[in-house]
Structures are given as C-alpha cells and as structure tokens.
C-alpha cells in the first residue's frame, strides 16, 4: 500500500487547479444576478473568485465566502481580494465549516473543484466526519470512498432552496459502485442534474477524467441530461437550451444509460419490440470487468500455470481487448492465445482453508508476498488478499 509519507503533497490534499478556461465557463452556465451569497468550499487559489471577478459578477453578489485547508492558498486568495469587503476567506478544513455551519446557513450557489483524496490519506477526525456525513444522509461509508463525494454530499446539503451547486468531479460517478449512494442520493435532493463530459482529458498530468456536474434544486419535475463535449473549446458553442432532460428516476442505477437520448430510446425499445430480434443476454453473460488489484500476478500464461500447477484454479481470459480480433471469440481463439504465450488464464483461488491448498498453488502465493504483490490498495483491504471477489 502506498503510505502517507510516499505521496506528494499535491496529491495529499487532491490540489489539481481547475483551469481558468473550465472556471469561466462553469460559472458561465450556473451564476445569474440575484445570487445572495456563493461557497467555494476549497478554493486553492481562488480560481473561481477569479471567474466571478472577471465576468463582473463578484461585486454583486453580498457574501463570497470561500475556505481552504492550505494556509499559503488561503492567504493568497485572501490577499487578492483584500479590498472586497464582500468576500471571505476562510483557512480551515471545510469539513469542519460543514460542520459548523450546517443547519444555521444555506447558500445561493456553490462552486469548486473538491480535493480528490483517498480515504487512507485523510486525517482519523477527516475519517470520522466524512463517515457521518454520509451515513447523516443515509449513505454506507467504507474505505473506498473519497473525499469529493463527502465535499458534494456536504454541499448539496448547504443549498438554499432554489441552490445551484457546480463541482468538477470525477467522471466516475456515472457508474461505480462506490457512488450507487450517491446517485440515489442526488437524485432524491435535485430537481435537475447536468452532466457535461469530455473526450479529451482536462487534466493531462493526473490522468483523471473529469465531468462537470450541475445540480439544482428546486420543486420542478425531476430530471437529468448528459452532455458530451470534446474539449474546453466547445464551450463556446454549447447552447443548454438546446438539450432537454430527461426523467431522472430514484434510482442507484448508472448513470451511463442517460448518454443515450429520449429519441433514441424509442429506437431502441422498437427493437426490443420486434420479434426478429433476440436479447444479447439471451445468448451470453454480460459482465463488468473483475478487479483483481494486480493483473500481472492474477493474469497467468502457460508457463506459469504448468509451473504452478495451477490450472484446477484458473479460467480462461480475454486480458486485454488486443487479446480478442473480431466479433467472434472461440475456444480456437482462446487455445491460439495460450500457444502464443499469452496471459489467458485467471487465477481464482477457491474460498477454502488456506491449509488445504496444494503446496503450489502455497508456494505461489508466497512468491507473491515475498514479491509484495499483496501490498496494492484493492489486495490489501481483502481479508485474504490472494482470492479475487466476483469473478
Ligand atoms: C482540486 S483542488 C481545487 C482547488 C480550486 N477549487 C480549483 O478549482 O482550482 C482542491 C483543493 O482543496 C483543498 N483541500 C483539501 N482538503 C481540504 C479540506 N478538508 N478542506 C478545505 N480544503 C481542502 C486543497 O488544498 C486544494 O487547494
């Protein structure tokens, strides 16, 4: 596992900027003149004070107040903007202005880009507040969840009842199971949600996909819209009008579905309809992907499975998408895959007394820990870190 002290400090508190460009344009979409007060609930450098500032919104606005962990950031955002007596920088962990504030003060629109951070990078106290905030809302919390959900389930709480919030997130939460919570939850406390993504990363260094994600309350009918842009550039001609909603049910489901259109689920269901056709699922198993934690060392060629005498143990794999030509995939395919030395077999190792094993299959487990195999973040939360869940 990687500790603490291996990390840099960018990374120990999720400081990637939002590009100005991306502020700009965020804040384009979600700020009209009749806001009484704006949160920005870990500022950095203020990037989105700048957005306001630059498209003459600030000064009319009677209560800017934005918090940061990071005590030069505070300052120098501070400094900025030292002759506006309507804005207020506060250095704390917003975890505990949440905490204090919450209840006694609510907010027109709430804009930022949260810290993305593990939950083993955060503080015991950040641990414990994070796990009642969500569980206050009637969230699970576990390990796997990091901080910006904890920061946008906060925020949403704080938003007066016409609120905006606008919040760089990762893309991930159209549909990983960690955020399942989180989707019911934002779809129970908004009235409408946007999405917008992009093609291109928008964070090159980091390889992070992002998405922008627009929530607002309010008593209308519920809905929810993704929109697919290329790149920071089609910004410009983004028209939000022109793209309608669609129902946004209560639902843990992904949100991947809403990619596809109102009219072409029409399509979709005519096919479905029609009995020429047979259902995918009819003829085959569909699956998301299996985190093994350490493909190298669950992912086996021939050699090793000889080696190891592991083949009671293994099943066949498509390991890599290159591993698989064409619509068709048969044993023949499968068969040409192991002679030409690939890794196409899965290692997973029976749920059975540890001392029942075969001594290979011991003995390749010991070179895994003797190799630190186990030591990734996914193998290490696993009560025996050797057997691959939901294969
Ligand atoms: C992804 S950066 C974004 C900064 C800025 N909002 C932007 O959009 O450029 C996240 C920021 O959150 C700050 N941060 C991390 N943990 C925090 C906490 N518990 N409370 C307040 N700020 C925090 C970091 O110092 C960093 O400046």
């Known amino acids: 596992m990687r500790l603490k002290k291996d990390s840099s400090e960018q990374k120990l508190r999720g400081a990637y900027y939002t590009p100005l460009q991306l502020a700009n344009a965020m804040v384009s979409l979600v700020a009209s003149q009749n806001i009484a007060?704006?949160?920005?609930?870990?500022?950095?450098?203020?990037?989105?004070?700048?957005?306001?500032?630059?498209?003459?919104?600030?000064?009319?606005?009677?209560?800017?107040?934005?918090?940061?962990?990071?005590?030069?950031?505070?300052?120098?955002?501070?400094?900025?903007?030292?002759?506006?007596?309507?804005?207020?920088?506060?250095?704390?962990?917003?975890?505990?202005?949440?905490?204090?504030?919450y209840g006694k003060q609510t907010y027109d629109l709430i804009l930022?880009?949260?810290?993305?951070?593990?939950?083993?990078?955060?503080?015991?106290?950040?641990?414990?507040?994070?796990?009642?905030?969500?569980?206050?809302?009637?969230?699970?919390?576990?390990?796997?969840?990091?901080?910006?959900?904890?920061?946008?389930?906060?925020?949403?709480?704080?938003?007066?009842?016409?609120?905006?919030?606008?919040?760089?997130?990762?893309?991930?939460?159209l549909q990983v199971v960690y955020a399942e919570d989180l989707r019911l939850f934002l779809s129970?406390?908004?009235?409408?949600?946007?999405?917008?993504?992009?093609?291109?990363?928008?964070?090159?260094?980091?390889?992070?996909?992002?998405?922008?994600?627009?929530?607002?309350?309010?008593?209308?009918?519920?809905?929810?819209?993704?929109?697919?842009?290329?790149?920071?550039?089609?910004?410009?001609?983004?028209?939000?009008?022109?793209?309608?909603?669609?129902?946004?049910?209560?639902v843990k489901e992904k949100w991947t579905k809403y990619f596809v259109s109102a009219e072409e689920i029409k399509v979709i269901q005519s096919i479905r309809d029609d009995k020429r056709f047979s259902k995918f699922s009819d003829l085959a198993l569909i699956n998301v992907g299996i985190t093994t934690g350490n493909n190298t060392y669950f992912s086996v060629d021939k050699q090793t499975t000889d080696k190891y005498e592991l083949s009671s143990v293994t099943l066949p794999l498509i390991g890599r998408s290159s591993h698989a030509h064409g619509i068709y995939f048969t044993d023949k395919d499968w068969q040409e895959n192991i002679q030409s030395d690939k890794r196409a077999m899965l290692i997973s190792f029976p749920d059975t007394p540890y001392e029942e094993y075969p001594d290979k299959h011991k003995e390749y487990i010991e070179l895994g820990e003797k190799n630190e195999e186990n030591k990734g973040y996914k193998c290490s939360i696993r009560d025996r870190w050797y057997i691959v869940p939901s294969v």
């Open 37 to 101: 007060n704006v949160l920005e609930p870990s500022c950095g450098d203020g990037v989105f004070l700048d957005s306001l500032a630059s498209l003459n919104l600030l000064d009319g606005i009677p209560d800017v107040t934005a918090v940061e962990i990071e005590d030069d950031e505070a300052e120098k955002v501070r400094n900025n903007y030292r002759d506006k007596k309507n804005v207020h920088v506060l250095n704390e962990d917003f975890l505990d202005f949440y905490q204090r504030v």
């Open 112 to 173: 930022g880009n949260p810290p993305y951070i593990r939950y083993q990078y955060l503080t015991e106290e950040q641990r414990e507040i994070q796990s009642s905030i969500l569980t206050s809302h009637g969230m699970k919390s576990n390990k796997l969840i990091n901080a910006w959900v904890a920061f946008l389930v906060a925020c949403v709480q704080l938003l007066s009842e016409n609120g905006k919030i606008a919040f760089v997130i990762p893309a991930e939460i």
């Open 188 to 250: 129970n406390q908004l009235s409408k949600i946007t999405l917008l993504t992009f093609e291109q990363l928008v964070f090159p260094d980091i390889e992070q996909e992002i998405l922008v994600f627009i929530g607002e309350k309010g008593k209308e009918e519920k809905g929810i819209r993704i929109i697919e842009l290329s790149n920071l550039e089609d910004f410009k001609k983004l028209d939000l009008n022109s793209n309608g909603f669609q129902k946004l049910k209560h």
